[in-house]
């Protein structure tokens, strides 16, 4: 089955530095991922829509110069934090849509735990 | 724009026994998926079941059935024969057709299982 592998898993950061987060789809080819913020015991809430050689769609409320989504191939999609405080603890997930596939499931990679201290 | 409901926050079932998830959602389109996923607290996202609106037939997997009434827009999830591996929040999810269409979720349902 299709795979979308995320990276890093967990990562601890100081206030005020960048991270970056990887989602790559590995046996497919993806012009769609999407990327979403958890809260502990909350839904998935949509960040940005990242499309390949473009600029993403940030949905309303998500500050694009803060949460940076570039997609450069089709496989690999990236969201770096920049300048992360304690309030953008938080889980990230990316999911990825299959450019021969659109009306499959979407495929979710396992997300990245972030921890700003 | 569409959306997801969720209004039940938790449930618990007895080990073996049959529960009921329900969601409810609104949209304007006439194609469109819904899904309910599962998330354990490895806090992957598992698929569960799927559901094309197009399809009168209610969508089954195993131990997993949906009843899909449209005209209500209405998409709940049944859970036979629970196990303790059952336990785990559970979203469901929207998606129009078509490429670039993304996901809306419910607010989800923790869901519990008595041994």
């Known amino acids: 089955g299709a795979v979308v592998s995320q990276h890093p898993s967990r990562v601890i950061c100081k206030s005020g530095t960048s991270v970056k987060i990887e989602c790559r789809s590995l046996?497919?080819?993806?012009?769609?991922m999407f990327w979403y913020r958890q809260f502990p015991k909350q839904s998935l809430m949509l960040m940005a829509t990242s499309n390949e050689g473009s600029k993403a769609t940030y949905e309303q409320g998500v500050e694009k110069d803060k949460f940076l989504i570039n997609h450069a191939s089709l496989t690999l999609s990236t969201l770096t934090v920049t300048s992360a405080h304690p309030e953008d603890s938080s889980f990230y997930i990316c999911?990825?849509?299959?450019?021969?596939?659109?009306?499959?499931?979407?495929?979710f990679g396992n997300g990245t735990r972030l921890t700003v201290t | 724009a569409q959306t997801v409901t969720q209004s039940q926050p938790e449930m618990s079932v007895q080990e073996a026994e049959t529960v009921t998830l329900s969601c409810t959602y609104d949209t304007s389109e006439s194609d469109y998926y819904l899904f309910w996923y599962k998330q354990p607290p490895s806090r992957q996202m598992i698929l569960v079941i799927r559901?094309?609106?197009?399809?009168?037939q209610n969508a089954t997997e195993n131990r997993f059935s949906v009843n899909f009434q449209k005209a209500a827009k209405s998409f709940s999830l049944k859970i036979s024969d629970s196990q303790l591996g059952d336990a785990a929040m559970y979203f469901c999810?929207?998606?129009?057709?078509?490429?670039?269409?993304?996901?809306?979720f419910g607010k989800g349902i923790t869901l519990s299982v008595r041994p």
């Open positions: 559901q094309e609106a197009y399809k009168q």
């Open positions: 999911s990825a849509e299959d450019l021969d596939s659109y009306n499959s499931p979407l495929h």
């Open positions: 999810a929207y998606r129009r057709g078509g490429a670039n269409s993304k996901l809306t």
């Open positions: 046996d497919f080819q993806a012009t769609t």
